[in-house]
């Protein structure tokens, strides 16, 4: 299985405080990973760094062995926790503009994907609700055929049907040779969709594996293993 | 089928114990074509890989028959069937006994109770 | 790439950069035509409506304001697309397409300075559309241009020949390098703010465009002392003026292009 991701002492100061704290992860390809660890721990921050959006204090991080930069972009399909798009543009007006900058958009699969949900592409983004215009972003996201997704707490303060919806999309867009990042605090909710996962705190990863594996081994949901693993530690 | 699954044991398992089920009750007939992997996932709302192992599994058991490109089907083999029944059944009688000697009912006391609670049915 | 940003760059900003073409037009002719008339209402001294001409002399202070806010309501246009493209959640889309810095810099940059020249020249038509309709008015003004034009094209033509064309390059040089520089200085004064402040991102843009142009300021005072103490001359002064002004400008654009590189925090 190729490295999709490969952090090496990545670490990220803030006035001091170290956001991320000399972290070192590697994602696999083909596999939907999830970044679990409370408020403050490090996942958006990681995220970030991975899209492109931060600079590292120190360390290193490469997707598919290329630093960040525009080659990585290219490969790298980032859904962040808030809406970004231009509320002035149109639907179809975004849509062209993903097929303009990114090679691996889908845009057939993109319209059928809001023709589905009953979006109208010919609307502007601002006479659409909230979870409507995050939809949006979703299906966007999601058309890519990319090599690594990074979802930023997709399914956070987000109704159930559109969480089923989400965690749907992600499963039909499932690709061996792609990689799906989800960082979440809410993990009852994601635990059937991830192969692995990580649980990050105070910017470190404290412990990772397979998801099933846990299981298995101690008969415990990973929801369980996050509460039991986490109590324990301060500030939690 | 109803995709219920439980947090704590593997859900790959949990899978093949589902499928099992819903061929036991003829849902799923011998011979009968299963959905893709993707459909499969898609449909129980768990990842692909995950569904992709309980498949395999299920292959190595003999229970699935791979068609090669055509997919997968249940197979015709009674012999196989038969064992997986009987395996299912005794999984259950062995959950049951368990589950009534928590309250201290023996084996024997609880086939009484079961056949007390068919004898009722039948009157109503 | 840079095409397409270019072409996205341009598509935000071209609505309203018309509107604002519009306005610049519209004032213009207001401008003429309420200098039209009080120009004739001057000369034609039987009728004159006091409230009519207080209401002329009115629209033409306001057709003034508007054609010198439509100027500035350009730059804001041009800089406030970069920063909310950049510097908002807008820039979560902007900085993870897959450009580099200096394609995403360029873009915003070239954008801008077509913005302004477009804004330029409609301004430019503007007040010659106003001067040639508000001085219609007067009399003989049709003769006057007829008699006045050629002869205007002829000194100007002279004074061209004796200020010589090397003279003219490096005026019209400095002008575009001068616009250019103010242009680097306020997308850098924008990037300090969001990328280098932590709190009062806003007073600190104000703040380090006020600095560079008072230390430039200075700078130029020097200059000019230097030149005029010294036996240089004007042409001299010109050369050191683009001079500086362009490395202030590239300087500007690599400070810009560091923050965005290495320095970047999106939140």
């Not at chain 1, 090496?8 to 991320?20: C, E, M, Q, S, W």
């Not at chain 3, 002004?245 to 290495?262: E, H, N, Q, R, S």
Request: glycine residues 8%.
């Amino acid at each position: 299985m190729d490295c999709v991701l490969r952090a090496t002492g990545l670490t990220k100061r803030y006035h001091g405080n170290p956001a991320l704290d000399n972290l070192n992860l590697e994602l696999n390809q083909g596999r939907i990973i999830g970044l679990l660890g409370p408020n403050g721990s490090g996942k958006t921050t990681f995220i970030k760094m991975a899209a492109g959006l931060l600079t590292p204090t120190a360390g290193e991080l490469t997707i598919c062995g290329e630093k960040i930069g525009p080659a990585s972009k290219a490969m790298v399909s980032y859904l962040p926790d808030r809406t970004c798009f231009s509320k002035q543009r149109k639907v179809t007006e975004l849509l062209d503009f993903f097929g303009d900058f990114y090679q691996d958009f889908d845009r057939s699969r993109a319209e059928q994907m809001l023709t589905a949900l009953g979006i109208d592409p010919g609307a502007r983004m601002r006479t659409l609700s909230k979870g409507t215009q995050e939809k949006v972003q979703l299906v966007l996201t999601m058309s890519r055929r990319a090599r690594l997704y990074l979802l930023d707490e997709p399914i956070g303060g987000v109704d159930p049907a559109a969480r089923d919806y989400i965690l749907n999309t992600i499963i039909n867009n499932y690709d061996p040779s792609a990689t799906v990042l989800i960082s979440t605090h809410l993990i009852s909710d994601v635990e059937r969709v991830l192969d692995e996962f990580v649980f990050l705190y105070q910017g470190k990863v404290i412990q990772k594996g397979e998801a099933d594996a846990v299981r298995e081994e101690t008969g415990k949901s990973l929801d369980e293993l996050f509460r039991e693993v986490f109590k324990c530690l301060p500030n939690c | 089928m109803n995709w219920k699954f439980a947090g704590d044991r593997p859900l790959y398992q949990q899978i093949m114990a589902l499928i099992r089920g819903a061929i036991l009750r003829g849902e799923l007939p011998p011979g009968g074509k299963i959905p893709s992997v993707r459909d499969l996932a898609a449909e129980a709302q768990v990842n692909p890989n995950t569904m992709q192992r309980a498949m395999t599994e299920l292959e190595r058991e003999g229970l699935l028959v791979s068609g090669g490109t055509s997919g997968r089907t249940i197979t015709e083999d009674s012999e196989i069937l038969e064992e997986m029944r009987d395996g299912a059944l005794r999984e259950l009688a062995q959950e049951c006994a368990e589950k009534f000697m928590v309250f201290g009912i023996t084996p024997t006391q609880a086939a009484q109770l079961l056949l007390n609670l068919e004898k009722e049915r039948e009157e109503m | 790439m840079f095409t397409k940003l270019l072409k996205h760059e341009w598509r935000a900003t071209r609505g309203t950069l018309g509107i604002l073409c519009l306005v610049s037009l519209g004032a213009g002719l207001l401008g003429g035509l309420t200098m039209h008339y009080l120009i004739w209402v001057d000369t034609a001294r039987e009728m004159q409506h006091d409230v009519i001409v207080v209401l002329s002399a009115l629209a033409m202070v306001a057709a003034v304001i508007a054609v010198g806010a439509a100027g500035v309501a350009t730059l804001f246009l041009l800089i406030g697309r970069f920063y909310k493209s950049r510097f908002t959640d807008e820039g979560y889309l902007t900085f993870t397409l897959p450009v580099n810095v200096h394609q995403n810099l360029l873009s915003s940059m070239v954008n801008s300075i077509i913005g302004m020249i477009i804004m330029f020249v409609v301004i430019f038509a503007a007040v010659m559309m106003w001067l040639f309709i508000g001085l219609s008015a007067l009399e003989g003004f049709t003769e006057a241009l007829r008699d006045v034009l050629p002869r205007f094209w002829e000194s100007a033509h002279e004074v061209f020949e004796e200020f010589g064309l090397g003279n003219t390059a490096l005026f019209l040089s400095n002008v575009l390098i001068s616009g250019i520089c103010e242009l680097v200085v306020l997308m850098l004064s924008v990037t300090i703010g969001s990328i280098a402040a932590k709190k009062h991102k806003v007073l600190a843009a104000v703040g380090v465009y006020y600095g560079i142009h008072v230390a430039m300021s200075i700078g130029s005072a020097i200059l000019s002392i230097q030149v005029a103490a010294s036996d240089l001359g004007g042409r001299a002064f010109f050369c050191y003026t683009l001079l500086i002004t362009a490395a202030i400008a590239v300087a500007g654009y690599f400070l810009m292009y560091w923050l965005m590189d290495k320095k970047l925090n999106l939140n």
